[in-house]
T-cell receptor, first 114, second 112 residues
Framework: DAGVTQSPTHLIKTRGQHVTLRCSPI?????VSWYQQVLGQGPQFIFQ???????GRGNFPDRFSARQFPNYSSELNVNALLLGDSALYLC?????????????FGDGTRLSIL | KQEVTQIPAALSVPEGENLVLNCSFT??????LQWFRQDPGKGLTSLLL?????REQTSGRLNASLDKSSGRSTLYIAASQPGDSATYLC???????????FGKGTKLSVKP
């Protein structure tokens, strides 16, 4: 079975542009979460979605938004890109996003802002 | 605010050595703890999820323990190999939004 898949793998943008990152969860998983990981740090939580509804949001500005589709795939959108948005963006899926369920991560999208 | 700390930040050992990676957490009500491996520039690979009621969980050469009372978890790697070289992260699912809270990781280097 396929794991969590993310696209694109790498992306280069300039300041002020916007970007859309995509994630497909493991088949049967209904919850998707997004994390940002800057170099040398652990991942930081951005959003969690379950059954197309936002279940949680981390401490990120409104330039960050996301949505989940009926097939449980998800998009993360970032507007007005800043240099500080350069990071590895990770998507994770789990069955229902419950605490006792393991989360499985994709390989991430490496976003570079010039 | 819950926090997760991993010390040391980096560790270098010769091949064949047994080693222990440490993870400390402030969440006194921790439900479980998940250990991940991250290769350079890659995503996270789930290694073990240990429930607070289990105390230990094993997979191959890996053994994770969880002591809720002391706020500590350890990941024991037996007979280390160069292929074990990676960054190891631990995570507490006790974030206020139901999210994972990560440590900064321990970068392990196993020398042939």
């Amino acid at each position: 079975d396929a794991g969590v898949t993310q696209s694109p793998t790498h992306l280069i943008k300039t300041r002020g542009q916007h970007v859309t990152l995509r994630c497909s969860p493991i088949s049967g998983h209904k919850s998707v979460s997004w994390y940002q990981q800057v170099l040398g740090q652990g991942p930081q939580f951005i959003f969690q979605y379950y059954e197309k509804e936002e279940r949680g949001r981390g401490n990120f500005p409104d330039r960050f938004s996301a949505r989940q589709f009926p097939n449980y795939s998800s998009e993360l959108n970032v507007n007005a890109l800043l240099l500080g948005d350069s990071a590895l963006y990770l998507c994770a899926s789990s069955l229902e996003g419950l605490t006792n369920q393991p989360q499985h991560f994709g390989d991430g999208t490496r976003l570079s802002i010039l | 605010k819950q926090e997760v700390t991993q010390i040391p930040a980096a560790l270098s050992v010769p091949e064949g050595e047994n080693l222990v990676l440490n993870c400390s957490f402030t969440d006194s009500a921790i439900y479980n703890l998940q250990w991940f491996r991250q290769d350079p520039g890659k995503g996270l690979t789930s290694l073990l999820l240990i429930q607070s009621s289990q105390r230990e969980q094993t997979s191959g050469r890996l053994n994770a323990s969880l002591d809720k009372s002391s706020g500590r978890s350890t990941l024991y790697i037996a007979a280390s190999q160069p292929g074990d070289s990676a960054t190891y992260l631990c995570a507490d699912p006790g974030g206020s939004q139901g999210n994972l809270i990560f440590g900064k990781g321990t970068k392990l280097s196993v020398k042939p």
